[in-house]
């Protein structure tokens, strides 16, 4: 089955030809380890971990590595790890790094497994790769593309004349309209720090340009390099890394002598109810938020396979319902039609577990996540194995259901609720939100206990309440409130 993928160096779609079928290799930028993940944060996260599933299933399971890095040496990091040694936390400034980046990484592949992420095949912490960094900004001073400057090392952008195709930019261009460092060591305002030395706070390398540490553009050049080879498949990560990031990485690692990445792919950036997620707005939360708030990490991931990975995402509420009942409807499906864990386990053993081939090609056309759902609701129709079957074989596939005991679990909301039933917890929902907004808070607590004891699942996102019924529901703790 071909694939086709949007390729940001030539600006259009074209057939994916992988430069070895048995060794498919994918690259993808990795979140800077300094605090929980934002919902944006999520985003690359589900779009390329969709991407690997499909190269997976096309290509064998052990025949596609993805590397997905972790930025551990980073000013923010230094930054969180200073503030909470002068709040009284014992142990060196390292160990203090170390120990924040350790619970960082941690949190962070918690989250993305709750979204139903795998994890990728390799997972490089930069701190691990200094040396490789070295040897690589060693190579490009050696040929005149990088120079030494008062314990930097920088690049020499107008050494490679290729810069600025990536993101379809000029050189002269970025000048005039870019935010640039303009330092008196550099020669050109766009020359970047491959190497800058640090202070006795900051966590540093011994280097043949003295005590410091490495750029951050040189990281993931180091590391695809030395986890994939000179040339690979993909790059992929949110389009705000298209410039200057992935433009440096491009141009360094081409100078060093590697053709790098065939494919370069971006995904679109997330807002959040028709705004920029910011914290002074009040619409910023991360992943983390929302599942203790009862949203499902599969209701999450389908939120986000609704939109297409080109396009502006906008997480809303609305959207959130609507996934979440999408999903519900089609585990009730298989559920009504005896499908269980122990079916799903048979079909997988006898060779029927079988894909649906065109919901495979429609994801096949440039990750078209919105196409294949579309497909899933015809197969839900279907009502027969035909269709039931690769319904299933889908939702696993994208990632939105991990553990078949789900089907146990749901079950028709319309078979266990009552007419009265929704009037009666829209009442308590509003009573809960006057009580909170009156800060009576003791009742706020009494109206959400009772709720929950009923199994009523009630989520607040942006300061709308809505609601679901849980597997656990039991109308009988209403009744009285009838």
């Known amino acids: 089955m071909a694939i086709k993928l949007y390729n940001t160096k030539f600006r259009k779609r074209v057939e994916f030809i992988p430069i070895n079928e048995s060794d498919v290799r994918m690259y993808v930028c990795g979140p800077t380890v300094y605090d929980r993940a934002h919902l944006g944060n999520a985003r690359p996260v589900i779009v390329f971990d969709t991407l690997f599933r ?74 691990q790769y200094v040396t490789q960094m070295i040897e690589m900004i060693e190579d490009l001073i050696a040929k005149g593309n990088a120079y030494e400057i008062e314990g930097h090392a920088l690049f020499r952008v107008r050494s490679y004349p290729e810069y600025g195709s ?17 330092v008196p060591y550099k020669e050109d305002p766009m020359d970047f720090v491959l190497w800058k030395p640090s202070s006795d706070d900051q966590p540093g390398w011994n280097s043949p340009w003295g005590h410091g540490r490495p750029g ?18 993909i790059h992929g990560g949110g389009n705000d890394l298209m410039f200057p990031h992935h433009e440096n990485e491009a141009a360094q690692s081409t100078c ?37 708030q009862g949203v499902a990490g599969e209701v ?20 959130r319902v609507e996934a979440h009942k999408m999903l519900n409807d089609w585990f009730v499906v298989l559920r009504k039609h005896g499908y269980s864990p122990k079916t799903v386990d048979k079909l997988k053993a006898s060779g029927d577990w079988v894909a649906d081939i065109e919901l495979m090609g429609v994801l096949s056309n440039d990750l078209n996540t ?24 889908a939702l696993e596939m994208l ?66 309440a809505s609601w679901l019924l849980g597997s656990g529901f039991n109308p009988v703790v209403l009744e009285g409130l009838k």
Not at 219 to 231: H, I, K, N, R, V
Not at 257 to 280: D, I, P, R, T, Y
Not at 300 to 319: C, E, G, N, Q, S
Not at 441 to 463: H, P, Y
Request: aromatic content about 8%; overall charge negative; proline content about 3%.
């Open 166 to 182: 990536l993101s379809g930019r000029s050189v002269d261009d970025m000048i005039a309209g870019a935010r640039v460092e303009v």
């Open 300 to 319: 999450i991931r389908l939120v986000f396979l609704m939109t297409h990975y080109r396009k502006p995402m906008d997480w809303t509420d609305a959207k």
């Open 399 to 464: 990632g939105l259901v991990s553990d078949w005991n789900v089907l146990d679990a749901s079950s028709s909301q319309d078979d266990r609720m009552p007419d009265w039933v929704p009037v009666v917890i829209d009442r308590l929902i509003a009573e809960r939100g006057a009580a909170r907004a009156s800060k009576d808070w003791g009742e706020a607590d009494r109206l959400r206990d009772l709720l929950n004891t009923a199994g009523v699942q009630v989520t607040d996102v942006a300061g709308t």
């Open 216 to 233: 951050w553009h040189i990281e993931c050049s180091a590391m695809a390099l030395d986890l994939l080879g000179g040339e690979f498949d």
């Open 54 to 127: 499909l190269l997976r299933y096309i290509y064998g399971l052990d025949h596609v590595t993805y590397a997905r890095n972790f930025t551990d040496v980073d000013d923010k990091i230094n930054a969180t790890a200073l503030a909470r040694q002068q709040a009284g936390a014992l142990g060196t400034l390292e160990d203090l790094i170390a120990e924040r980046s350790d619970e960082t990484i941690k949190w962070y592949l918690e989250d993305m497994a709750a979204l139903g992420a795998l994890e990728p095949t390799k997972m490089p912490r930069a701190t």
């Open 370 to 393: 919105p196409g294949a759902l579309a497909r899933m609701h015809v197969l839900a129709k279907a009502r027969t194995a035909s269709g039931l079957v690769p319904l299933a074989h």
């Open 256 to 292: 060093a002598g590697h053709e790098f990445a065939n494919v370069w792919m971006h995904n679109e950036m997330l807002q959040v109810e028709g705004k920029k997620m910011s914290k002074s707005l009040g619409n910023f939360f991360t992943v983390r938020d929302l599942l203790k």
